[in-house]
């Protein structure tokens, strides 16, 4: 257990500069207390206590501004940045050395039973306010952008932005917007539509306006 507690404090020295003494980081990062409340919380789950440890988690989000449920599992060196508004869902599965930023939301997208929350992989990073919801996983080394929307599988060592979530970079190497499909981007596709149809009717337009004005003659009709 004090392993796992010197690790937890080593995390937050590794992630942010403004960490000053182990004992302000124990006392002053929210963060921290977020996840040492829903380790105990968690064991209380696994044994089937199940009001204990909502009521130790509700405890932890009155306290810190961070919702855990107890039956998320989470691993070591977890890092939450200043943390308020980060929600965690139920069967959400966290890897190691994972950042999460303030806002983060690990949720799902309706009311079905099972698995409904995302796996995030080891050493992932998920910026403030960015959303990721659904039972899929997030690969290991993998980056969210700030107020991204991520509602598909994002392979290991990716770079994911925008809403909905595309990727931008994979293995360190930029991705081609021809191969976006991946993570299809609706609105995207809606608007490259709508240009290429105002090209084309600004091109029958422009090939009206050069054909020359035909004069119709009038031909009076004889009287019966």
Same mark, same amino acid.
């Given at each position: 257990?004090?392993?796992?507690?010197?690790?937890?404090?080593?995390?937050?020295?590794?992630?942010?500069?403004?960490?000053?003494?182990?004992?302000e980081?124990?006392?002053?990062?929210?963060?921290?207390?977020?996840?040492?409340?829903?380790?105990?919380?968690?064991?209380?789950y696994?044994?089937?206590?199940?009001?204990?440890?909502?009521?130790?988690?509700?405890?932890?989000?009155f306290?810190?501004?961070?919702?855990?449920?107890?039956?998320?599992?989470?691993?070591?060196?977890?890092?939450?940045?200043?943390?308020?508004?980060?929600?965690?869902?139920?069967?959400?599965?966290?890897?190691?050395?994972?950042?999460?930023?303030?806002?983060?939301?690990?949720?799902?997208?309706?009311?079905?039973?099972?698995?409904?929350?995302?796996?995030?992989?080891?050493?992932?990073?998920?910026?403030?306010?960015?959303?990721?919801l659904g039972?899929?996983?997030?690969?290991?080394?993998?980056?969210?952008?700030?107020? =991204? /929307?991520?509602?598909? %599988?994002?392979?290991?060592? @990716?770079? $994911?932005?925008?809403?909905?979530?595309?990727?931008? +970079?994979?293995?360190?190497?930029?991705?081609?917007?021809?191969?976006?499909?991946?993570?299809?981007?609706?609105?995207?596709?809606?608007?490259?539509?709508?240009?290429?149809?105002i090209?084309?009717?600004? =091109? /029958?337009?422009?090939? %009206?306006?050069?054909?020359? @004005?035909? $004069?119709?003659?009038?031909?009076?009709?004889?009287? +019966?």
């Open positions: 257990m004090f392993q796992r507690i010197r690790a937890d404090i080593s995390a937050v020295f590794d992630n942010d500069p403004a960490a000053r003494s182990a004992i980081v124990m006392l002053t990062y929210s963060g921290l207390h977020a996840i040492w409340l829903h380790r105990i919380a968690h064991w209380f696994t044994c089937r206590c199940f009001f204990l440890a909502r009521a130790i988690s509700q405890f932890g989000r306290m810190t501004g961070i919702e855990i449920h107890p039956g998320a599992v989470i691993g070591s060196r977890l890092f939450i940045d200043h943390g308020m508004g980060v929600v965690i869902g139920e069967t959400c599965e966290i890897g190691d050395d994972v950042v999460l930023f303030q806002g983060v939301t690990l949720g799902g997208t309706g009311k079905e039973k099972g698995k409904r929350h995302p796996t995030i992989g080891s050493n992932v990073v998920v910026g403030s306010g960015a959303k990721v039972s899929f996983k997030v690969g290991d080394n993998s980056r969210i952008g700030a107020n =991204a /929307v991520v509602l598909q %599988e994002v392979p290991a060592n @990716c770079t $994911v932005v925008g809403n909905p979530g595309r990727i931008v +970079r994979r293995d360190g190497m930029r991705v081609n917007k021809l191969n976006h499909g991946d993570l299809p981007d609706p609105s995207s596709e809606m608007f490259r539509s709508l240009q290429e149809q090209d084309e009717l600004k =091109a /029958v337009l422009s090939l %009206e306006r050069r054909k020359p @004005c035909e $004069v119709l003659e009038y031909t009076e009709e004889p009287k +019966r």
